[in-house]
């Protein structure tokens, strides 16, 4: 890369701006020649709803990770990053793709997942070379699929679309909150005291700090399931603690509206867990489960999932059994 004077203008910028919002510097290098030479830059769970236009000056990017944020567009300043192979923009609020994605020509990768996409921009038979696209749980109608499966010859997956699908995953929202407690508390009945905040705090750090410190917990989200009657019918999240190593995490508060049992909603639900978790960077999960007739099931589906026992270091309550399962 040249490094100009504009050049070296626009990377100074670009890490004024990763300052302001704390962006660690193993995230963006804050030496300049390092970040000219940037191949890979990852910008997850930042809550970003735009971004600054000296990102042009990556032009050695090739993978781009922007997952769950708070976009409602895709930031044109993305395409105009010709060397990028791998692009993830899930779990955001994106409505519609710009048809500026077709400078993207070397890219191979493209996962959208999880947006709010209605209308799919004419650029199927511009993007032949995609290896793998994901727009699962978007918004399409069945014609708009059946032309995208047709136009791609690779790897694809359109499946699960809010227009139409029994079920959809979303993050846990204060809106959904006291119906996701509501199941819980259901299915697992009695909650111990320092555990019946720890869905207020997923949802509000700031107000409910101490359950962070009564449950030893270093960070904590959750996914709630709804119905096409924007009934929440499951529930599921991932949480870390301060003595686990930073590439592990464990499964919380995992249930199916036992109407819903049985129809393949509680696998599904797993596996969105176990993919958040490796965006995340994590390789281990973990997970208890009380050896009880009434848990036979999700004991079960745990092991069809791959996970195996194994015995903790720390003295538990006997009718405990850990599971744990390399992703």
Not at 141 to 160: M, Q, V
């Amino acid at each position: 890369m040249q490094n100009n004077t504009h050049t070296s203008a626009a990377l100074k910028k670009l890490i004024e701006w990763a300052r302001t919002l704390n962006i660690h510097e193993t995230i963006i290098p804050s030496d300049i020649d390092e970040l000219a030479s940037l191949e890979t830059l990852i910008l997850y769970n930042l809550q970003l709803t735009t971004l600054p236009n000296e990102l042009s000056a990556l032009v050695n990017l090739k993978n781009f990770y922007l997952a769950s944020n708070s976009f409602t567009e895709l930031p044109l300043v993305v395409c105009k990053l010709e060397k990028l192979e791998v692009l993830w923009i899930m779990n955001n609020r994106i409505k519609e793709l710009p048809n500026e994605i077709t400078n993207l020509s070397k890219l191979k990768e493209l996962v959208v997942f999880d947006n709010d996409i209605e209308a799919f921009p004419n650029i199927g038979f511009e993007m032949q070379h995609l290896e793998y696209f994901n727009l699962r749980s978007s918004k399409l109608s069945a014609e708009d699929i059946t032309t995208l499966e047709k136009n791609f010859k690779g790897k694809c997956d359109f499946s699960n679309q809010k227009i139409d699908a029994k079920f959809r995953i979303e993050p846990l929202k204060i809106e959904t909150l006291s119906k996701a407690k509501k199941l819980r508390d259901t299915v697992f009945g009695d909650t111990k005291e320092e555990e019946k905040f720890t869905l207020d705090a997923a949802v509000n750090k700031e107000s409910f700090k101490g359950v962070y410190e009564d449950n030893a917990v270093n960070y904590m989200k959750y996914w709630v399931a709804k119905n096409r009657d924007d009934i929440v019918i499951g529930l599921i999240g991932i949480y870390t603690e301060p003595e686990d190593d930073e590439k592990s995490c464990s499964l919380g508060w995992f249930c199916i509206d036992e109407a819903y049992r049985g129809l393949g909603y509680g696998k599904e639900l797993l596996e969105y867990a176990e993919m958040e978790a490796a965006l995340l960077g994590m390789e281990y999960m973990h997970l208890y489960i009380e050896d009880t007739e009434k848990f036979k099931s999700t004991m079960e589906l745990y092991k069809s999932k791959g996970f195996i026992e194994y015995v903790p270091i720390r003295n538990q309550a006997k009718y405990d059994i850990y599971l744990s399962k390399k992703l």
